[in-house]
């Protein structure tokens, strides 16, 4: 697995993925290596990385589709 970011933490994360093993990856949630590694690894409990990383091996094992995702902030008045 090649992560690669301007993000310090999220560099990290790719270093400590490195060799992870997809089925470590895939594991249920709260017990996937990918998000372990990253409690560790990155400071901000809302990173979409570690949900795009287990995307991308999804995709790549053929068990997903590659569909784009996002997260979009609409702006509302709230006067």
Known sequence: ????S????VASL???LSELDSRDAL???GRSAVYECAFR???HVACPVPAAILK???V???AALPRDVSIRFESHDHT
């Open 14 to 16: 790719g270093s400590q």
């Open 27 to 29: 594991r249920s949630h």
């Open 56 to 58: 991308a091996i999804e």
């Open 1 to 4: 697995m090649d992560i690669s």
């Open 41 to 43: 690894q990155l400071k």
């Open 6 to 9: 301007d993000c310090e933490m």
């Open 60 to 62: 790549e094992l053929g």
